[in-house]
């Protein structure tokens, strides 16, 4: 699938899941609790916010702190922004990017109804981060990165609106082997993060290019709740993992 039909596919995706109301919500804090969010996690967080749309929970492992400036790419309608928020108190602010204006607009609804004073939400691509240079401590994102036809591109915007000594911590889908052709071939496994997936391998290499040090990358198991969810019935278990990303600039 060249990249134009990749894009539309990812686009359609979200768009539709913009424009719905939240699912069921045994359904979905089943999945997030299976991705590493507590039940207090959970409670912190809107529960109109919460689309069963991750992978991780870059926010654990990301330890945001008291006063910090966060951005988070594809936040989606906000769930991990909120949960942020919570620990940065009225000296820090907390940034969404999202590429979707529904995404976008219905997450300021949110903020504004719930009275969320240190987030802020902004249209932009996660190619081009709509955020100066050397801005943020810390950089989360949720199995977004993953969408992206140009990998290294975003992880150079990264770098570049990070602070020196700034920090990421991205949860994704990394490709434990290659996927066979009729899978590659589904336009459901590009919105849901499969078949833009690559290795860790990969990843390592586009981040040392870039200048990022300390990296430290993981792989868990994807869990059955989210392959339920999101396999589409294609047995991608044996494919892909669910990974871990740390590193600083």
């Not at 768009?15 to 912190?44: F, H, P, T």
């Not at 910090?68 to 820090?92: A, Y």
């Not at 981040?207 to 993981?218: E, P, Q, T, W, Y």
Request: net charge negative.
């Amino acid at each position: 699938m060249d990249k134009r039909k990749i894009k539309k596919s990812v686009y359609k995706f979200y768009d539709e899941i913009a424009r719905k109301d939240r699912e069921v919500k045994g359904n979905v804090d089943k999945l997030n609790k299976s991705l590493g969010y507590s039940e207090e996690d959970l409670k912190k967080i809107p529960e109109e916010s919460q689309l069963g749309l991750g992978c991780g929970n870059p926010v654990e492992d990301g330890k945001p702190k008291e006063g910090e400036i966060i951005g988070d790419l594809g936040s989606g309608k906000g769930m991990d922004v909120f949960l942020i928020s919570k620990s940065i108190g009225n000296t820090g602010f907390v940034i969404g990017i999202d590429s979707n204006y529904k995404m976008v607009e219905r997450a300021r609804e949110i903020a504004h109804k719930r009275g969320f004073k240190n987030t802020g939400f902004r249209l932009g691509e996660i190619e081009h981060i709509p955020i100066e240079d050397n801005y943020l401590d810390l950089l989360t994102s949720n199995c977004v990165i993953n969408l992206s036809t140009d990998k290294e591109q975003v992880y150079k915007e990264i770098y570049r609106v990070l602070k020196p000594n700034g920090r990421i911590s991205i949860s994704d889908i990394i490709l434990k082997k290659d996927l066979p052709d009729d899978m590659k071939k589904d336009p459901n496994i590009y919105g849901t993060w499969v078949g833009g997936a690559i290795s860790l391998e990969e990843i390592k290499e586009i981040l040392d290019k870039v200048g990022f040090r300390n990296i430290d990358i993981s792989i868990d198991e994807v869990t059955d709740e989210y392959a339920n969810k999101w396999g589409y019935g294609l047995g991608i278990k044996e494919y892909i993992g669910n990974g871990n990303i740390l590193a600083y600039k």
